[in-house]
């Protein structure tokens, strides 16, 4: 007698789940002896160059609270507007710099912070020149696929208003929610960046 195949149904989509931020960020979660360093931990060395800026904020759920078991990852080029990697063919980018870094928001604020450089102009495609900006990426319990969205400096109007990412969002309300501005009451360099995942003031994110 041949063996009765079993209809099998299609498994539940997955979450990152509740701990994604103690997988990525032992450390930061006080689980030590996992490696010295999380990855992303430190960006900046004291030979990096460029102008140093901190880039904080808060991930906020659709009612308005904050998440506080996020991991934020951040990609960015160096301050001449060259990537580290193996990929980038326009010339070599500092050595002191990772174009990387990432942080989990903190368990009590929901607080995520970033010590890092400006970056500098990147071309698109067609050989514009981008404004200056940070590529985020956002995970956390409950998101099915990690969300990618730009962050774009408040202080950089004229860049960012030629820039061929940022005005392919046509609704300029909608642009504001990728834009970090000083932060109130904070020294010079620091830069406010929330991110809201639902609601009238959601962020852009991007297929990619």
Same mark, same amino acid.
């Given at each position: 007698?041949?063996?009765?195949?079993?209809?099998?149904?299609? #498994?539940? #989509? %997955?979450?990152? *789940?509740?701990?994604?931020?103690?997988?990525?960020?032992?450390?930061?979660? +006080?689980?030590?002896?996992?490696?010295?360093? @999380?990855? =992303?931990?430190?960006?900046?060395?004291? %030979?990096? $160059?460029?102008?140093?800026?901190?880039?904080?904020?808060?991930?906020?759920?659709?009612?308005?609270? &904050?998440? $506080? @078991?996020?991991?934020?990852?951040?990609? %960015?080029?160096?301050?001449?507007?060259?990537?580290? *990697?193996? *990929?980038? #063919?326009? *010339?070599?980018?500092?050595?002191?710099? &990772? =174009?990387?870094?990432?942080?989990?928001?903190?368990?009590?604020?929901?607080?995520?912070?970033?010590?890092?450089? $400006?970056?500098?102009?990147?071309?698109?495609?067609? =050989?514009?020149?981008?404004?200056?900006?940070? #590529?985020?990426?956002?995970?956390? !319990?409950?998101?099915?696929? =990690?969300?990618?969205?730009?962050?774009?400096?408040?202080?950089?109007?004229?860049?960012?208003?030629? @820039?061929?990412?940022?005005?392919?969002?046509?609704?300029? !309300?909608?642009?504001?929610?990728?834009?970090?501005?000083?932060?109130?009451?904070?020294? &010079?360099?620091?830069?406010?960046? @929330?991110?809201?995942? %639902?609601?009238?003031? +959601?962020?852009?994110?991007?297929?990619?």
């Amino acid at each position: 007698m041949l063996n009765q195949l079993r209809p099998y149904r299609e #498994s539940a #989509s %997955q979450t990152a *789940g509740p701990y994604v931020h103690i997988g990525c960020t032992p450390n930061q979660a +006080e689980i030590t002896g996992v490696w010295a360093e @999380d990855l =992303g931990a430190r960006m900046l060395q004291p %030979q990096t $160059k460029g102008e140093r800026i901190v880039v904080e904020g808060i991930v906020y759920d659709g009612s308005g609270a &904050p998440l $506080k @078991d996020a991991v934020i990852e951040i990609w %960015q080029a160096d301050a001449a507007g060259l990537y580290a *990697g193996p *990929g980038e #063919s326009r *010339g070599a980018a500092d050595p002191a710099f &990772p =174009g990387f870094g990432r942080q989990a928001t903190d368990g009590d604020t929901g607080l995520f912070r970033f010590e890092t450089i $400006k970056p500098g102009r990147v071309p698109y495609d067609d =050989g514009r020149l981008q404004a200056p900006h940070i #590529s985020v990426w956002i995970v956390a !319990r409950g998101i099915n696929i =990690g969300l990618s969205t730009r962050l774009y400096f408040a202080d950089e109007a004229e860049a960012n208003a030629a @820039d061929p990412v940022l005005l392919r969002v046509l609704d300029p !309300r909608r642009r504001g929610t990728l834009i970090a501005a000083p932060a109130p009451g904070a020294e &010079p360099g620091v830069y406010r960046f @929330d991110i809201r995942l %639902q609601g009238p003031d +959601e962020t852009v994110f991007f297929d990619i």
